[in-house]
């Protein structure tokens, strides 16, 4: 059972940035965020595969960057230029044999850190 540790939401104003982190109790294949906007379906923002490659829902492309520390098994998702349509709760997810955009796919989850962007 893989644990993971979200921390670093809070509230910013448009164009401003933040940075989050989960901590993942091993290594996986895949960790990813994804993001829930109250309702609205879970929907992915990016995901890092084992070898390094990265993925990004076009919305936050130029803007988000997901990088790892495979020494600390953690997580990372630096948002820049961030937008009030960024204002979501953001769940980080591990998987241990692939790598998707897809919330059905991931059997582990972390427990969501609140972004809230004003404009």
């Known amino acids: 059972q893989v644990q993971l540790v979200e921390s670093g939401g809070g509230s910013v104003q448009a164009g401003g940035s933040l940075r989050l982190s989960c901590a993942a109790s091993e290594s996986t294949a895949c960790m990813a965020w994804f993001r829930q906007a109250p309702g609205k379906e879970r929907e992915g923002v990016g995901f890092i595969a084992g070898y390094g490659i990265t993925t990004y829902t076009d919305s936050v492309k130029g803007r988000f960057t997901i990088s790892k520390d495979n020494a600390k098994n953690t997580l990372y998702l630096q948002m820049n230029s961030l937008k009030p349509e960024d204002t979501a709760m953001y769940y980080c997810?591990?998987?241990?044999?692939?790598?998707?955009?897809?919330?059905?796919?991931?059997?582990?989850w972390g427990q969501g850190t609140q972004v809230t962007v004003s404009s």
């Open positions: 997810a591990a998987e241990t044999w692939r790598c998707t955009m897809r919330a059905p796919d991931f059997r582990y």
